[in-house]
Structures are given as C-alpha cells and as structure tokens.
C-alpha cells in the first residue's frame, strides 16, 4: 500500500493524540471549576428593584399603594382605641433573593445537586475524549498494519454494547421460554426444585407414591 503510514510517522502522530487526550482532560476539570463557579455566582446573585428599570416602576408604584393602605389600617387603630405603640402595621420591602437562593440550607442542597452534576458531567467528557483518542490511535495504528490477519483481528473485536445487550424484561420476569431464574440453577439444584413442584402438586391432589416410586436422578 503506497499511502501506508512510515514507523516514524506512527509514532509521532500516536504521542500527539496522547498529548492531546491528556490537554483535553485537563480541560474538562477547568470546565468543571468554571461550571461550580458560575452555579455559585447564580444561587449567590443578589437583585436590588433600581437594576433594572421596570422593577423600579414597579417598587414605587406599589410604594404608593400600601402608603395608602398603612392609612386605612392607622385610621381603623385609632377608631378600635389601640395605642400607636402597638398598632400592626403594613409594610412593603423588596426581597433581593428568591426562596431558593435566600435559604442557606436550600443553597447548600443545591450546591450538593449541582457538584453531583458536574462530577457526572466530566466523567462522560473523559469517556468520550478516551474513546476519542482509542480510535484514533487505531486508525494511527491500522495504518501501518502489513498483516491482513492483523487488519481482520481489529475489525472484528466486539463492541461495548455487544458484549453487554440491554436487558430483556421477559427475560428478568420469567415470561421467556426458560425463565432466567430456572437458567441460573446448578443441574442438581434444578432437579430437586422440580422434585419439590411435583410433591407439592401430589400433596394438593392428595396422592402419595409409594415408597421407591421417585427415580433416583429426581432426588
């Protein structure tokens, strides 16, 4: 083959890829800080009503409301003879956090959900730079390959998923042919099992065999 890759080549291009997997791996950790960080920027971000200008239309129209019902509520104390000392009051605030991002146990749970994401998130990333990396240092290697038995060896090993096909739920469940239970059983574990049904099924019908009647290899 003329476009067959030279030894030196190979090598070179091999160390490149590795080099590359590992600059690529370290990346996904920086990714990892990046995505905490920005996590912590959101649940920590506090929000006052004149950052934005709607929010500071609509605080101080509100802020004329509820003046205007303080007075109602002042006017009715005064009428029911209640000191002003002890009056309720109303009272508008605006609150620079949600629910979730104002409650500290709330933040810590989210923090925990979040690194927990992120952990699952750089572990796929490494997965699929490794995977990345393995093909193509075969396509590196294949390349320079002279033995037709040695390009066939590569072609044929067996992927993940054959090795490990999905579950079968009649399988697991006992609907298929041969329940999968029945499957795992030692020969001699299944005979007695089998011994134990038929018994129980005598038992029900009330007939007792007798003595001698059991072949030896249901035993």
């Known amino acids: 083959m003329a476009d067959r890759m030279g030894k030196g080549e190979r090598e070179d291009l091999q160390r490149l890829i590795r080099q590359r997997e590992k600059v690529l791996k370290s990346a996904a950790k920086q990714r990892s800080t990046e995505l905490l960080a920005d996590f912590e920027n959101q649940i920590s971000a506090m929000y006052q009503f004149d950052d934005d200008d ?10 004329v409301e509820v003046e ?6 002042a006017a009715r104390c005064a009428e029911l003879g209640i000191p002003k000392q ?3 009051s109303l009272n ?5 956090r949600g629910y979730h991002s104002g409650v500290k146990k709330r933040r810590d749970e989210l923090r925990l959900a979040a690194k927990a994401q992120v952990a699952a998130l750089e572990q796929k990333a490494v997965v699929a730079i490794e995977t990345a990396s393995v093909e193509a240092q075969t396509q590196v290697a294949l390349a320079g390959l002279t033995s037709e038995a040695a390009r066939a060896f590569m072609a044929n090993l ?10 079968s739920y009649q399988e697991i469940a006992g609907e298929s042919d041969t329940p999968v239970v029945e499957q795992m059983l030692t020969p001699n574990a299944l005979r007695q099992r089998r011994f134990r049904e038929r018994q129980k099924a005598l038992r029900d019908a009330d007939v007792t065999l007798p003595p001698g009647s059991v072949p030896d290899e249901d035993v």
């Open 92 to 96: 508008l605030y605006w609150s620079a």
């Open 68 to 73: 205007k019902a303080q007075q109602r509520v």
């Open 86 to 88: 002890f009056a309720p």
């Open 54 to 63: 709607v929010w500071e239309a609509a605080e101080k129209a509100a802020a």
């Open 158 to 167: 067996p992927a993940v998923d054959t090795l490990m096909p999905s579950l």
